[in-house]
């Protein structure tokens, strides 16, 4: 028993080293992408934004099929052409992904009309975009249940993605790791919707079978945050929803668990461990983001 206690404990470091260095290896490496063309991929809020880049970036990348679900029929409906004359066959149903009934009711056409879904990317939000004095109850409800619960609606999909050694795909934010204010129905959703992924790709869920994937970008300019006004714009630009899209399916392909766009906001994220309380609040005030959402007037 002690000799193998002390061998686990000296194979330990070992380990490390050996995980450490090999990911380093594959940093400068070309990547291995994973085949799609036996892939049937589901994209919530697929219509628009960064959903409907993401449709065509799989498209381009040669997937099966492509299932986009969504609220508004007509961005539905534009999307679905616009794939199909990429030469991708391609479907959509309309679906309140906040909506428990509704997502099982979809999930089960989805199965009989189209058959299994093998990746299912979890990219409908919204953002109610007001301080938590000025926020009525249900617009506060709805971000959690669209943002946060539509991911344990899923849990069929999960299910039928274990059989399929599937991959689960979430759009999270970076502002799951740091708030701002007027906001905060967004951040603390995309903060547990955050623990929810983590939970995934630690293996807590008891759905070893399925790969997950959790990106976390900076500002994209989309329609969402319509109108936030950034303090420095040309230090930190949005990000263009095509390459949050091109650089969430290279995620897939490599079987990446957490990307943050872009790369510089790993910085943040150190600097949130080691600063104190103090300094990180001045960063907050002068990066202009107490005040960012003054501006904002996005829709929901
Ligand atoms: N834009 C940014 O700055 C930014 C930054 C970081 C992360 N993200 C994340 O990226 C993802 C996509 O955002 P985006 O910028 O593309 O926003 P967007 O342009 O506002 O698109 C949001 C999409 O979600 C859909 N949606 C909203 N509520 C829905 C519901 N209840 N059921 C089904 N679909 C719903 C919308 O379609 P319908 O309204 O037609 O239903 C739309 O297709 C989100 O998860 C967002 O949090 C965005």
């Not at 000799?3 to 330990?12: E, S, Y």
């Not at 991911?151 to 059989?163: G, I, S």
């Not at 994209?220 to 949050?244: A, N, Y």
Request: charged share 20%; proline share 4%.
């Amino acid at each position: 028993m002690m000799w193998k206690w002390l061998g686990a404990l000296l194979l330990f470091p070992v380990q490390m080293v050996y995980l450490v260095v090999k990911a380093a290896v594959c940093l400068v490496l070309p990547p291995k992408l994973r085949d799609l063309s036996r892939e049937n991929v589901l994209v919530t809020g697929g219509g628009r934004g960064i959903g409907r880049h993401l449709a065509r970036e799989f498209a381009r990348r040669g997937v099966r099929k492509i299932i986009l679900w969504g609220r508004t029929e007509k961005c539905l409906k534009e999307t679905t052409e616009e794939i199909r004359m990429m030469g991708t066959e391609c479907h959509y149903f309309i679906c309140d992904v906040g909506n428990r009934e509704e997502v099982y009711r979809q999930a089960k056409a989805v199965r009989e009309k189209v058959g299994d879904i093998t990746i299912l990317v979890n990219n409908a939000a919204v953002v109610h975009g007001k301080s938590l004095m000025d926020s009525d109850d249900d617009a506060l409800l709805k971000s959690q249940h669209i943002n946060t619960l539509g991911q344990f609606w899923v849990r069929q999909a999960l299910v039928m993605l274990e059989l399929q050694n599937g991959h689960i795909v979430c759009l999270n934010s970076v502002l799951a790791l740091s708030a701002i204010p007027g906001a905060i129905d967004y951040c603390t959703s995309k903060a547990s919707s955050f623990a929810f992924m983590e939970s995934l790709t630690l293996g807590l869920l008891d759905c070893p079978g399925v790969n997950a994937t959790t990106v976390l970008p900076f500002h994209t300019s989309t329609e969402m945050f319509q109108g936030m006004r950034i303090r420095f714009p040309s230090l930190f630009p949005p990000l263009k929803p095509e390459t949050v899209a091109r650089r969430t399916v290279e995620a897939v392909q490599t079987n990446q668990a957490f990307l943050l766009l872009p790369w510089t906001m790993h910085v943040l994220v150190i600097l949130k461990s080691i600063l104190p309380q103090a300094a990180l609040e001045e960063i907050h005030k002068f990066s202009g983001s107490y005040t960012c959402m003054n501006t904002f007037k996005g829709r929901t």
